[in-house]
């Protein structure tokens, strides 16, 4: 299972933060200077720094079938990013292949033009993290289409400051998205490009692979306890509107910021590269099927299991 709290891994030590905070205790005994350093350090943002790498790999898509995909970290979907609100962001894309590849974070107020860098170059660049929720990420090089289509999304969390409104709960994330062509004689997918022009996806996928969270292998979560979803629809095409029977979100969060709850929600839809925040508790027992609502997205693969056990 996907569980969120494994982006931190890439978060900056809890270590070096304790560092600073020790080395502003020291200079308090010291001078003026030293008093307005402390403030200035006080009133500095936690920084993150992620380090991803585009790599091409072959990767299993379900059902026994593979996929020569264009990637970040050797997956699909890359890396989940999380921050907390305010804080500041640096990315350092490190190119692994021949061609080239960028990483457009959507919660990235800049210009696109550091987005991308040259065909084999590396992509640095820095942003405030100033908007809660959570955000697709994806390949800017062109075609973008075929980028995306080929593997190269996922998710950046931000945490808003003051917390989720409903407290701790068990956290999941899951990012819906689509691949193009028929396996071959061996199980391997062909992209298929004119194909992915059409917006005819042969499968659609939930965290990369189809099945994952079949009946042998389901997302399980505890009865009685509020459960949040961190969902992305990466596409790139297609429409995803998710549903778990039995289960009415008490809340959802539009894009995943706060200011934007709905309240008592079945289902909802979320254009491709949109994400949103799903929460709900479930009382019952027992195995509940999620899907996108639409029939030929679920037939295609975007389905799953929630196992609800006390
Ligand atoms: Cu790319």
């Given at each position: 299972?996907?569980?969120?709290?494994?982006?931190?891994?890439?978060?900056?030590?809890?270590?070096?933060?304790?560092?600073?905070?020790?080395?502003?205790?020291?200079?308090?005994?010291?001078?003026?200077?030293?008093?307005?350093?402390?403030?200035?350090?006080?009133?500095?943002?936690?920084?993150?720094?992620?380090?991803?790498?585009?790599?091409?790999?072959?990767?299993?898509?379900g059902a026994g079938m593979t996929y020569d995909a264009w990637?970040?970290?050797?997956?699909?979907?890359?890396?989940?990013?999380?921050?907390?609100?305010?804080?500041?962001?640096?990315?350092?894309?490190?190119?692994?292949?021949?061609?080239?590849?960028?990483?457009?974070?959507?919660?990235?107020?800049?210009?696109?033009?550091?987005?991308?860098?040259?065909?084999?170059?590396?992509?640095?660049?820095?942003?405030?993290?100033?908007?809660?929720?959570?955000?697709?990420?994806?390949?800017?090089?062109?075609?973008?289409?075929?980028?995306?289509?080929?593997?190269?999304?996922?998710?950046?969390?931000?945490?808003?400051?003051?917390?989720?409104?409903?407290?701790?709960?068990?956290?999941?994330?899951?990012?819906?998205?689509?691949?193009?062509?028929?396996?071959?004689?061996?199980?391997?997918?062909?992209?298929?490009?004119?194909?992915?022009?059409?917006?005819?996806?042969?499968?659609?996928?939930?965290?990369?692979?189809?099945?994952?969270?079949?009946?042998?292998?389901?997302?399980?979560?505890?009865?009685?306890?509020?459960?949040?979803?961190?969902?992305?629809?990466?596409?790139?095409?297609?429409?995803?509107?998710?549903?778990?029977?039995?289960?009415?979100?008490?809340?959802?969060?539009?894009?995943?910021?706060?200011?934007?709850?709905?309240?008592?929600?079945?289902?909802?839809?979320?254009?491709?590269?949109?994400?949103?925040?799903?929460?709900?508790?479930?009382?019952?027992?027992?195995?509940?099927?999620?899907?996108?609502?639409?029939?030929?997205?679920?037939?295609?693969?975007?389905?799953?299991?929630?196992?609800?056990?006390?």
């Amino acid at each position: 299972m996907a569980m969120a709290d494994e982006a931190q891994k890439y978060s900056v030590p809890a270590g070096a933060r304790a560092g600073r905070v020790a080395a502003r205790v020291m200079a308090i005994t010291i001078t003026l200077a030293g008093l307005l350093a402390i403030a200035a350090g006080a009133a500095r943002a936690e920084q993150h720094v992620f380090t991803v790498t585009s790599e091409r790999k072959r990767v299993s898509i379900g059902a026994g079938m593979t996929y020569d995909a264009w990637t970040y970290d050797g997956a699909v979907p890359g890396p989940v990013l999380r921050v907390k609100q305010n804080e500041d962001v640096t990315i350092h894309l490190q190119n692994r292949t021949s061609e080239a590849h960028g990483i457009d974070i959507m919660a990235a107020q800049i210009s696109p033009k550091h987005f991308s860098g040259d065909p084999t170059g590396a992509v640095d660049y820095s942003f405030k993290a100033s908007v809660p929720g959570v955000f697709d990420y994806h390949c800017s090089a062109i075609p973008v289409l075929d980028h995306v289509a080929s593997g190269m999304y996922g998710m950046m969390i931000i945490d808003p400051t003051a917390g989720w409104p409903n407290g701790p709960a068990q956290e999941l994330t899951i990012i819906q998205g689509e691949f193009y062509g028929k396996p071959n004689d061996k199980g391997l997918v062909v992209a298929d490009h004119t194909k992915m022009l059409a917006a005819e996806p042969d499968f659609i996928v939930f965290n990369g692979a189809l099945s994952r969270y079949g009946a042998s292998s389901p997302i399980e979560i505890k009865t009685g306890k509020l459960t949040r979803i961190f969902f992305v629809n990466a596409g790139p095409n297609l429409a995803s509107t998710l549903h778990i029977s039995g289960v009415i979100f008490s809340t959802v969060y539009q894009s995943g910021n706060p200011a934007n709850a709905l309240h008592d929600i079945p289902s909802f839809s979320l254009a491709p590269g949109q994400g949103a925040v799903f929460e709900f508790t479930i009382t019952e027992p027992g195995d509940y099927r999620f899907a996108d609502s639409a029939g030929a997205h679920s037939y295609k693969g975007a389905l799953g299991i929630i196992r609800a056990t006390p």
